[in-house]
T-cell receptor
């Protein structure tokens, strides 16, 4: 099965840029890498998705190197409301397709 | 509001009992996913259905089962409940068509909080 590794927690301050990296091996070569955000007692919410290189939307950027063994979620100029848990999601390379979620990174933004 | 609804919001039951959790996907979505999230833990993928058929299976216990009905709503049945089954259960849906191994954006419901006493 594919495996993912994310930092358990991170702290930062308002206005800073935050980068969260997920390491993943044995992922499906033809599948996306996706990041989700989750607030307490709520369902996760889609942030961004990519396949290779760099993807940017209105809330984040996603950097994926050519070997696709990691991905980095970049949140520009964070605010207190960005305090949440962030998950990476990849597809497994095995014959039975499975979704593999990272354990999540708890991001705490301080004033 | 993601457009995915789950009922009930809260459920309290006793060990050994059986419960059914219900999920209605977003209008037009054919895939439904079920997840378990224990207190302060990550998401555990349980099972996915696509247009009524089981598509992918994760760490779902044999005591748990699910199905997707012709109207596309889904039910997750949990039986012989144990204290360790206490968790938040999320349902998510994603749009059609089934693109094979490519992930689709998942839209999560608000969850059902299950407490087994």
């Amino acid at each position: 099965l594919a495996k993912t590794t994310q930092p358990i927690s991170m702290d930062s301050y308002e206005g800073q840029e935050v980068n969260i990296t997920c390491s993943h091996n044995n992922i499906a070569t033809n599948d996306y890498i996706t990041w989700y955000q989750q607030f307490p007692s709520q369902g996760p919410r889609f942030i961004i998705q990519g396949y290779k290189t760099k993807v940017t939307n209105e809330v984040a950027s996603l950097f994926i190197p050519a070997d696709r063994k990691s991905s980095t979620l970049s949140l520009p100029r964070v605010s207190l409301s960005d305090t949440a848990v962030y998950y990476c999601l990849v597809g497994d390379v095995g014959s039975n397709y499975q979704l593999i979620w990272g354990a999540g990174t708890k991001l705490i933004i301080k004033p | 509001d993601s457009g995915v609804t789950q009922t009930p919001k809260h459920l309290i039951t006793a060990t050994g009992q059986r419960v059914t959790l219900r999920c209605s996907p977003r209008s037009g979505d054919l895939s439904v996913y079920w997840y378990q999230q224990s207190l302060d833990q990550g998401l555990q993928f349980l099972i996915q259905y696509y247009n009524g058929e089981e598509r992918a299976k994760g760490n779902i216990l044999e005591r748990f089962s699910a199905q997707q009905f012709p109207d596309l709503h889904s039910e997750l049945n949990l039986s012989s409940l144990e204290l360790g089954d206490s968790a938040l259960y999320f349902c998510a849906s994603s749009p059609s068509p089934d693109l094979g191994r490519l992930q689709e954006t998942q839209y999560f419901g608000p969850g059902t909080r299950l407490l087994v006493l």
